[in-house]
C-alpha cells in the first residue's frame, strides 16, 4: 500500500505514480504528468533567438543557437526594418518580435518568425496599443505579453496580450504595480508570469497568472536596475544590469520573495537579451559601457557563475529582443 509523504514536496520534485503508471513533476502548485516525448522533438530542440538591436545603427539582423550546444550564433533571417529595444515572447512554433524603437519613430509593429525554420520576420498586420519600445515579454504558449515600456515621454504600466496562434491588436491585460521600463527577456511557468527590474527603484518583480485578466502583484524585489531575465518553469534568473554589474540572482516563481545571488556572469553588462531552455539560462550582447557580442550561459537548477558560450553574429550589438521554443512557460 503506498503511503503519502512525511514532507510537502517542492518545486522540481519528481514521483511515479503507480495509478497512473506515469512519471509527475510537482510546479509548486500540483502534480502534473511527464510527457513520454518531449516538444522539443518536434521543434528540433530548443532554439534561442536574437533580433535587432544598436551597433550603433538600427539592426534588422535575426540570429539564432541551439541552447543545448555551445558555439557562435548562425543567421536567421532579418526583420522587416531595422530597429531596437524590441521586445521577444513566443509560443513552440512561432516568435514574435514586438514594437521597438526604429529610428526616428517608435513603432507598434508585431512581427513573426517560425523559430524552427531560418528566413525573414513578417509583419502579422496585428498591433501593439501603441508605439512604444523597452517593454517586456512573456507566454504560456498560448497567449503573448507585452508589459511596460516607454511610449515616449512616460514609462508605462499597461500590461497586453495576443493570441500567437491568430495575431491581431494587443488586448488589455491589466497595469503593472508602478509604470516601468528598462527590462528585456521572459520569465515565466505555464501559469505564472514575472517582470523582473526596470527603471523604477526598488526594482519590483510584478506577478500575474497569465490565463486570466486582471492587474499585477507584487512579488519582490531585484538589486539592479536594466537587468535580463529568463527561466525554466521553477527558476526565474536575472543577471546584469546597470552599473555596469554581473550579478546573477534568482527566485522560485512558484512563491513570493526577494530574489537571491546565483553567481556571476562573465562579463558585467546591462541593455541585453536573455532567453532560455528547460535547463539553460542564455545571455546575449549588451554594455558595459561599450557594445559586445558575448553569449553567456548557466544551468538554471544549479548554482554558479555563466560560461562562455559563443558569439553573436554582429560584432557588437546591445538592446536586442531575445526568445525561445523552449522556455519556462510551454
Known amino acids: 500500500m503506498e503511503k503519502p509523504s512525511l514532507d510537502t514536496a517542492k518545486a522540481g520534485a519528481m514521483r511515479f505514480n503507480t495509478d497512473s503508471s506515469q512519471m509527475e513533476i510537482y510546479d509548486g502548485n500540483q502534480w502534473t504528468g511527464v510527457l513520454g516525448d518531449s516538444?522539443?522533438?518536434?521543434?528540433?530542440?530548443?532554439?534561442?533567438?536574437?533580433a535587432g538591436g544598436e551597433?550603433?545603427?538600427?539592426?534588422?539582423?535575426?540570429?539564432?543557437?541551439n541552447i543545448s550546444s555551445t558555439g557562435n550564433a548562425q543567421d536567421f533571417g532579418n526583420l522587416v526594418d531595422g530597429r531596437r529595444y524590441a521586445t521577444g515572447t513566443s509560443s513552440r512554433v512561432t516568435g514574435l518580435i514586438m514594437g521597438g524603437f526604429d529610428s526616428p519613430s517608435f513603432s507598434n509593429m508585431i512581427q513573426k518568425i517560425t523559430i524552427s525554420s531560418t528566413g525573414n520576420a513578417v509583419d502579422t498586420g496585428g498591433d501593439l496599443s501603441s508605439s512604444k519600445h523597452f517593454g517586456v515579454g512573456a507566454s504560456n504558449?498560448?497567449?503573448?505579453?507585452?508589459?511596460?515600456?516607454?511610449?515616449?515621454?512616460?514609462?508605462?504600466?499597461?500590461?497586453?496580450?495576443?493570441?500567437?496562434?491568430?495575431?491581431g491588436n494587443m488586448v488589455d491585460f491589466g497595469d503593472l504595480t508602478v509604470a516601468k521600463q528598462g527590462m528585456s527577456g521572459?520569465?515565466?511557468?505555464?501559469?505564472?508570469?514575472?517582470?523582473m527590474g526596470g527603471n523604477v527603484s526598488p526594482y519590483p518583480i510584478d506577478l500575474i497568472t497569465m490565463s486570466t485578466q486582471g492587474n499585477a502583484t507584487d512579488f519582490g524585489d531585484v538589486t539592479t536596475p536594466y537587468g535580463m531575465q529568463c527561466s525554466n518553469a521553477v527558476r526565474g534568473l536575472y543577471g546584469g544590469g546597470?552599473?555596469?554589474?554581473?550579478?546573477?540572482?534568482?527566485?522560485?516563481?512558484?512563491?513570493?520573495?526577494?530574489?537571491?545571488?546565483?553567481g556571476d556572469l562573465t562579463q558585467a553588462r546591462y541593455y541585453g537579451g536573455s532567453t532560455s531552455s528547460s535547463t539553460r539560462g542564455v545571455w546575449w550582447n549588451g554594455w558595459t559601457p561599450s557594445r559586445i557580442n558575448t553569449i553567456d550561459y548557466v544551468q538554471i537548477m544549479s548554482e554558479g557563475n555563466a560560461i562562455d558560450?559563443?558569439?553573436?553574429?554582429?560584432?557588437?550589438?546591445?538592446?536586442?529582443?531575445?526568445?525561445?521554443?523552449?522556455?519556462?512557460?510551454?
Open 242 to 262: 546597470d552599473p555596469h554589474t554581473n550579478l546573477i540572482e534568482f527566485v522560485t516563481m512558484s512563491t513570493l520573495g526577494n530574489a537571491v545571488d546565483f
Open 186 to 195: 521572459m520569465c515565466n511557468t505555464p501559469t505564472r508570469a514575472l517582470f
Open 309 to 330: 558560450f559563443g558569439d553573436a553574429t554582429i560584432e557588437a550589438n546591445a538592446v536586442t529582443a531575445a526568445l525561445s521554443n523552449g522556455h519556462g512557460g510551454l
Open 141 to 167: 504558449g498560448t497567449r503573448g505579453f507585452y508589459a511596460g515600456g516607454n511610449v515616449p515621454g512616460p514609462n508605462t504600466n499597461i500590461i497586453e496580450f495576443v493570441t500567437i496562434s491568430n495575431v
Open 55 to 65: 551597433a550603433p545603427g538600427d539592426r534588422d539582423e535575426i540570429q539564432f543557437i
Open 39 to 50: 516538444p522539443e522533438l518536434q521543434t528540433g530542440g530548443t532554439r534561442g533567438v536574437n
